[in-house]
Structure formats: structure tokens, C-alpha cells
């Protein structure tokens, strides 16, 4: 099970790491579009070959439409994809100064808390998404340049948020054995050790 947990939340992961990459490439070429733009459209460049500027700009050099837009459905998406595997790693920030003095049993019983608000918080949030993509769907709300419906970055956010969930359930399961059984099975690291 901890095996075909771990293989969805990378999958999950990569797919993040895709997009969050090509959101970065894409503001990259934006940015140098808007350059470029800005350069031919000078005076300067105007004055000393217009032809050239023109048949440039002409080409469509200048940063891409939408891509404002495209940065902030990108990255809510790939959000959601890196939270499953950051909760069955254990890579949550967290600040240990008084749990490093507390004995194992306490620990043990403290991840398991942790775990149920998370799976709580999580499950809330994939609610909401669920009740926003709906609401958005009937409304037929697009985004201001691309015109694409809003709806369907909620979609794709409620996905991932779901397979959050569904680890987050998982970890809470583990974390129960973890404390009436008194041992770990995955530790403060999120390593399996069994």
C-alpha cells in the first residue's frame, strides 16, 4: 500500500514539476517577448532599420497574451500536485525545538493529530473546490484575456487536492498503527521502515 501511495504522490509530483516548469519557460520567453518588443518598437530601432522592425513585430515578437493569466492557473495547479507527497514524506515545515524533548510514545501520538487536522484541512479545501467549480460551471465565468472557463482550473486543482486527500487518509491510518502499536512504520523522515 505505502509503495502505491508514494508511486502516486511522485506521479502527482511530476506532473507538478511539468507544469511549474512550463510556466517558468513560458514567463521566460514572455519576458524577453516584451523586451524584444520594447527594442523594436524604440526609436532608435525605428529610425535605423523600420522594414526590419515592423516585419519583426509583424512575426509576433512580444510577450504572450494571457500570460498573467496562465501563470496564476499554473501555479495553483502545481501546488496542489506537490501537497501529497510532501505530506507522505513528512516535508511539512514544522519546528521541532519542543517535540525533539518529548519521548517517542508522545510524538507518535502528536504526527497522528497532525495528521487528522491536515486530513481535515485538506479535505475542506477539496470541498470548496468542488463547490467553486460547480459554481463557476453553471455561471459560465471565463478568465478576463484567454477567455477559458474558470471553471476548469478548479477542476484540475480539485483532482490533485483529491489524491491529497486520499494519501492524507492513508497517513492518518499509519499513524494510528504508528501509536497504539508503539513503533514506526514511517517515521519523522516519511521513509517506510518496513
Not at 8 to 14: D, F, K, V, W
Not at 37 to 64: C, F, H, K, R, Y
Not at 126 to 137: E, I, K, N, P, Q
Amino acid at each position: 500500500m505505502h509503495a502505491f501511495m508514494m508511486a502516486a504522490s511522485r506521479g502527482l509530483a511530476m506532473i507538478g514539476g511539468i507544469v511549474l516548469s512550463v510556466v517558468i519557460l513560458m514567463t521566460c520567453v514572455s519576458i524577453l517577448g516584451r523586451h524584444f518588443s520594447s527594442a523594436l518598437n524604440s526609436d532608435m530601432m525605428q529610425t535605423v532599420a523600420p522594414g526590419v522592425a515592423t516585419w519583426l513585430l509583424g512575426l509576433g515578437i512580444g510577450p504572450i497574451y494571457g500570460d498573467y493569466e496562465l501563470t496564476e492557473l499554473g501555479m495553483g495547479f502545481a501546488i496542489f500536485c506537490f501537497l501529497p507527497l510532501c505530506q507522505i514524506t513528512s516535508g511539512h515545515a514544522r519546528v521541532d525545538i519542543f517535540t525533539a524533548f518529548l519521548r517517542d510514545t508522545t510524538n507518535r501520538w502528536l504526527r497522528l493529530v497532525i495528521e487528522v487536522i491536515f486530513l481535515a484541512a485538506i479535505a475542506l479545501i477539496a470541498w470548496r473546490l468542488s463547490v467553486g467549480m460547480t459554481s463557476r460551471m453553471r455561471s459560465g465565468q471565463t478568465t478576463y484575456l484567454l477567455e477559458w472557463p474558470v471553471w476548469w482550473p478548479y477542476a484540475a486543482c480539485m483532482a490533485a487536492a483529491s489524491v491529497a486527500v486520499i494519501v492524507a487518509v492513508y497517513m492518518v491510518y499509519v499513524r494510528m498503527l504508528e501509536a497504539f502499536g508503539g513503533k514506526d512504520i514511517i517515521g519523522e523522515s516519511g521513509e517506510g521502515e518496513h
